[in-house]
């Protein structure tokens, strides 16, 4: 894999195997963590512990806490879209469409980060990158004419659950964005990471008092579990080791795991929530995946924007 300069990149591979397969099994983990709980408390209990986890990382490989005065709103930032915008949309997405397909639409990251990263970071994608992105999207759009074809009588809830979806997707984008500027790589990944996660832990946390209420317990094994899985695995772990990955080959082609973790997602959607495929659909998947492959196959080089007058 290579740098957004087109540079031969190492240590990348293995860390970005370890998210991708974590990442496509919690959509379907995160859809036994919406009952009892609103989906609001679940993110924060998940971010809460998350944070502490970061934190005690942090200290074992000495990396320092310390975060300069200018440089709070990075943190602040990051947890805000990342940890609260994002995750929040994604848990109540699920409550409307499968997590197989929340996991798909959200593959579409991968548009927005290119073109947040032109924006912000100079790197602009190429003609055959926009070109196979369209190509996904039409893949997409057909999952969403199947869902609504199929499930007429609640179509505002497919709907719903789209639109909930792409809330995340830019809230990720955003985020992805933000912390691989320049100014953002002064931070130590760890240290970014922990007060990240307890802003968006503060964050989420008044988001559920708001909209949910006072907190709200499940006392299942599995909730915790569940919840354990993700705040440790899918959260502190994942996001080690994403951040690295995304400072070093560039938000567009850290999202070729966006590309990928849908097809783990689909398959669990499938073989636990009945998800029935039919040509739409799989025609659909094939398109959406495809050109997103494709997208990221023909991405060249980054290439610095020219300065504006």
């Known amino acids: 894999m290579k740098d957004v300069e087109g540079r031969p990149v190492h240590g990348v591979v293995l860390p970005f195997i370890i998210f991708t397969l974590i990442w496509g099994s919690t959509w379907i983990v995160i859809r036994d963590q919406l009952g009892a709980v609103p989906p609001q408390w679940s993110v924060a209990y998940r971010f809460a512990i998350a944070a502490g986890a970061m934190f005690a990382i942090a200290l074992v490989k000495r990396s320092p806490l310390r975060v300069e005065r200018r440089d709070w709103w990075l943190p602040a930032l990051v947890g805000l879209f990342q940890f609260c915008v994002n995750f929040n949309s994604v848990y109540v997405a699920e409550h409307f469409i499968t997590s197989g397909l929340v996991a798909t639409v959200f593959a579409l990251l991968l548009v927005p980060n290119s073109l947040f990263a032109w924006l912000l970071l100079g790197q602009r994608p190429g003609g055959r990158f926009l070109a196979c992105s369209g190509i996904a999207i039409a893949g997409i759009s057909l999952l969403f004419w199947q869902e609504l074809e199929r ?11 789209i639109g909930w979806t792409l809330c995340g997707v830019l809230g990720a984008s955003i985020s992805n964005v933000v912390q691989a500027t320049e100014r953002a790589r002064h931070i130590p990944i760890l240290t970014l990471l922990a007060w990240s996660m307890l802003a968006g832990a503060i964050a989420d946390a008044t988001v559920a008092v708001i909209v949910a209420g006072p907190p709200v317990l499940d006392l299942r094994p599995a909730y915790w579990g569940g919840l ?82």
């Open 151 to 161: 499930d007429q009588a609640n179509s505002w809830h497919v709907l719903l659950g």
């Open 228 to 309: 354990v899985y993700l705040a440790l695995l899918a959260s502190a772990v994942c996001f080690t080791l994403y951040f690295p990955v995304v400072r070093k080959i560039g938000p567009g082609k850290a999202a070729y795991s966006s590309a990928l973790v849908p097809i783990v997602a689909m398959a669990l959607s499938t073989a636990f929530e009945g998800y029935r495929w039919t040509a739409l659909s799989a025609g659909g998947a094939i398109l959406a995946i495809g050109g997103m492959l494709l997208a990221l196959m023909s991405r060249r080089p980054a290439t610095p924007a020219p300065p504006s007058d």
